[in-house]
Structure formats: structure tokens, C-alpha cells
């Protein structure tokens, strides 16, 4: 369970709005995926990345999705289906996320909700792990808190010459 991504930032608030330089909705992204030992290479399935626009608790926020796809070849070796979602506001700060992953003939599913009372940070995350068990956890901080997607959209805006 790692889809929770806590990053010191002491300068910011917690809730680390940024300003966002690098994208807008509309993008699409599809790459392939291959398996690669020394010399082998092996196509293994695709990614598809999209990023729009839609509402989140009647308000305007970004939808960043991502699935992860393997195909036939390497489903007889091991089965991937990942399919990952993120909602950001516009300033990218991470409001909902949700991973759902079948790996092998695993399938678990991650949910983060964020919330932001009183200049704290506020993660509620559910678990459901290989065994069809639940498990929840809370976390409260000062620093901001990111999960796979919105920590993408954020290092995406950052500019390297600073």
C-alpha cells in the first residue's frame, strides 16, 4: 500500500497549491510497454494517460486516468490491469485518488481521499488487499501529501533551472 506519497515541503502549506505551467485538459498519452532481460525485448502490453477536464463536489478540477494494459503474450505469464485515477484542482492540489490493480491473479484497490481543515493536510485512505480484506487509515500533517498521479502533475509544472 504505497499510493500515498508525503513530501516535507516546509515553505508551502499543506495544502501546496502550485501554479500550473505544463499541461492542460485534452492531453493523451499512449505508450507501449515491453519486458526487457539483456538482449530480450518483449512488447507486453500499453499505457494510456489521459488528462481532462470535470467536476469534483460541484467543483472544476482536473481527471488525470492512467491503464495499464498487458497483452495476450504476457497475460499467459502474468496478467496486468491497472487503471489509476487522480482528481486535482486547477492549482494541482490532490483531491481524490483511486488505484485498482489486478497482478497476477491478484486484485487490490487503493482509495485516497484529501482534505484540507484548518491549513492541515487530511488523508483517508482504504485498503483492499489480495485477500478481500479492508483496512482504513487516517493522516494528518502540516507538509503536503501526493499519490502516483497528482505528484506527476505536480513534477510536470516544476522548473529545473531552480
Known sequence: MASVVCCPLSTLHAQCPTENT???AGERLTYDLYFHWKFIWVKCGAAHYTMKASTYQGKSILRNDLL???????????????TLISYIT??????????GSLEGKHYTVDEVWYTY???KSHVKQHFLNRHGEWSEHHHESDDCNYD???ILSL????NPTR
Open 155 to 158: 513534477a510536470r509544472s516544476f
Open 22 to 24: 505544463a499541461f492542460r
Open 68 to 82: 495499464f494494459t498487458s497483452n495476450k503474450r504476457c497475460d499467459a505469464v502474468f496478467t496486468m490491469r491497472d
Open 90 to 99: 486547477p492549482k494541482l492540489v490532490p483531491l481524490y485518488f483511486r488505484k
Open 117 to 119: 481543515p484548518n491549513g
Open 148 to 150: 502516483m498521479l497528482s
